[in-house]
């Protein structure tokens, strides 16, 4: 196939769940405003999107997974999102062993963003260019 160029166009995440799978989903779904596409019918995964942004939900429990695992989502409209989150009544970030939120601020390199700890400890930055 001469002359043909690959195109990557999106990543799918897999994230560990923690111990309790349906407490991560709905953290996901209620909180964090994800739709479950599939489930498993044992729950060792679930896939969920929302708008363009799918992630996959692991049954892992391993806390050195989650805690080192980190992932940021670009997006339009990161005052809004941030404002429909502080309506879910995430804690603050600096909880220990909790599901949190940061503040919203300006970055160095151009961004706004705030970010997430879900119930696993996996940490989700939600961020906005600034540029331009």
């Known amino acids: 196939m001469t002359g043909s160029t690959a195109v990557?166009?999106?990543?799918t995440p897999m994230l560990p769940a923690g111990k309790d799978?349906?407490?991560?989903l709905a953290f996901y779904e209620h909180k964090l405003g994800f739709r479950a596409i599939y489930k498993a019918d044992d729950l060792s995964m679930a896939i969920l999107e929302r708008d363009a942004v799918e992630?996959?939900?692991?049954?892992?429990d391993d806390p050195h997974t989650a805690s080192q695992t980190s992932l940021r989502i670009q997006l339009s409209g990161v005052d809004?999102?941030?404002a429909e989150y502080q309506q879910q009544a995430i804690a603050p970030f600096e909880q220990v062993d909790e599901p949190g939120m940061t503040t919203l601020k300006p970055t160095p390199?151009?961004?706004?963003?705030?970010?997430v700890r879900d119930?696993?400890?996996?940490?989700?930055?939600?961020?906005e260019d600034q540029a331009g």
């Open 21 to 24: 799978m349906q407490a991560a």
């Open 119 to 127: 119930v696993a400890g996996v940490c989700i930055t939600f961020y």
């Open 80 to 82: 809004a999102l941030y």
């Open 55 to 60: 992630i996959m939900l692991t049954a892992s």
């Open 8 to 11: 990557l166009q999106s990543i």
């Open 109 to 115: 390199w151009g961004t706004r963003e705030f970010a």
